[in-house]
């Protein structure tokens, strides 16, 4: 009898990889670290009693993040993005709990919490494009849309925990004891990142295609050697420096077909998106009568919205025609943000938000992928830094734009050309080919 051929091994789906729950948990982790040390920091910068300070303090951090944004995406290339990533929650650990350890002995002081704020900001500008090159490296491309939206809920529920987290601690405890428990939970993600599997770096995934399986994961000490293979592959002559890493990395970005204009959607969504949802929802909720409360619900409802598409794509883990679905979102969200600047209550600025949340958030995590799958791994880090940067560097840029627009024109106006700018990404996208063409792996 002639033997029957052997069945390829279903691929596991990513919520049910060890590997993949491993460095989510690390990043959950790190993420409630995240929120409770902003949440300590404004404490402490309060209690120095300074307002102006309290603002320096606060602002301090996003310096160093926009400037070196681009470098920790070279850094991530050149290194390989795990090692980066448990230097930089390593490096936050240390930070966070000296800073625990110094304000048990003396009081806080607007120069040592700005200096904390500084050096933090340049550990953040490392962490962020290196995070967000490690999925390729831990799964299939088939799984990076769930690990997507596994991404995008544990964002969501970070904020939910760490910000009532820290304000407990700061409560019981004080601004130190918020530091001690953010320093232990950057800590707690190191053993779990440690034990994560690398596997080697696949070449570029075409539109469409099925991948290649990812067997064969990596040792910390393989995934060193696999890394310092792809550099000598793009080695000829001499070794470029990391300017010239940095230039090469743009221009394969401009140059590519399809992570172009990807880049251009996210600019323009970014930049219509962030200030209307962030500062100008305070506004019109001031200027409604609604108070802290009613922004409160409005928040919440957006962040409800938001989770539910991240659920989504985590259960469905593709989506057709992703490069479609992805503008198509932009657009449609882009008309709830006009609407929230018109309706006459909480509850239904509430139901809006939580439209936009749904909708910008599958449109968000659909793109993540994209850039993801069609990005050479080789450049991955600073495809992901282009990225990043708009979202963290550029577009917290608008928010004096926004508070100039609302004291001069109103939240009406403000809101309705913020939602074209937004729209305006997505219609753009729609008349590229390849984008809207673009699909994810099967």
């Excluded at 002639?2 to 691929?11: G, L, V």
């Excluded at 130190?176 to 080697?200: C, D, K, N």
């Excluded at 495809?383 to 917290?396: E, G, L, M, Q, R």
Aim: aromatic share 6%; net charge positive.
């Amino acid at each position: 009898m002639t033997a029957a051929p052997a069945t390829e091994a279903p691929e596991r789906p990513a919520h049910r990889d060890p590997n993949v729950l491993r460095w989510l948990g690390a990043y959950s982790a790190s993420m409630i670290g995240d929120s409770v040390y902003f949440m300590a920091l404004a404490w402490a910068a309060a209690r120095t009693g300074s307002a102006s300070g309290t603002g320096l303090v606060l602002a301090a951090g996003s310096i160093p993040r926009a400037l070196l944004m681009l470098g920790g995406g070279v850094l991530a290339d050149r290194l390989g993005p795990r090692r980066v990533v448990i230097g930089s929650d390593a490096a936050r650990a240390l930070l966070v709990l000296g800073l625990a350890a110094t304000l048990v002995l003396t009081a806080p002081t607007v120069g040592v919490l700005v200096v904390v704020a500084v050096l933090f900001g340049v550990v953040d500008a490392l962490f962020l494009p290196a995070v967000g090159a490690l999925p390729p490296r831990i799964s299939t491309p088939g799984q990076l849309a769930r690990i997507q939206g596994l991404r995008a809920l544990a964002a969501r529920g970070s904020s939910i925990i760490g910000a009532p987290m820290g304000g407990v601690a700061v409560a019981v405890g004080g601004p130190s004891l918020a530091f001690a428990a953010a320093g232990v939970l950057f800590a707690l993600s190191l053993p779990l990142l440690l034990s994560l599997r690398i596997g080697p770096l696949p070449g570029p995934v075409k539109q469409g295609e099925t991948p290649p399986d990812a067997d064969g994961a990596l040792t910390g000490t393989q995934e060193t050697q696999q890394t310092q293979k792809t550099q000598e592959t793009q080695e000829t002559q001499e070794t470029p420096n990391a300017w010239q890493d940095l230039g090469d990395g743009l221009r394969y970005i401009r140059r590519h077909p399809l992570l172009g204009p990807l880049m251009l959607v996210i600019a323009l969504s970014e930049l219509g998106f962030v200030g209307p949802l962030n500062l100008g929802m305070i506004l019109l909720s001031e200027q409604r009568g609604w108070g802290a409360a009613g922004m409160g619900w409005i928040v919440a409802g957006f962040a409800t919205g938001a989770a539910g598409s991240a659920l989504v794509l985590a259960v469905r883990g593709r989506v057709p025609r992703a490069g479609t679905v992805m503008c198509l979102m932009a657009l449609v969200g882009a008309t709830g943000i006009a609407a929230l600047a018109q309706v006459p209550s909480v509850a239904l600025a509430a139901a809006i938000a939580a439209f936009v949340g749904l909708t910008a958030g599958l449109a968000g995590a659909l793109c993540g992928a994209l850039v993801q799958t069609s990005a050479d791994p080789a450049y991955l880090g600073r495809v992901t830094s282009v990225s990043t940067f708009f979202t963290y560097a550029i577009a917290p840029l608008s928010y004096p734009v926004t508070g100039a627009a609302v004291a001069l024109w109103g939240t009406g106006p403000v809101f309705a050309v913020s939602a074209a700018v937004c729209a305006a990404g997505g219609a753009m996208g729609l008349t590229i080919t390849t984008l809207r063409r673009a699909e994810l792996p099967r």
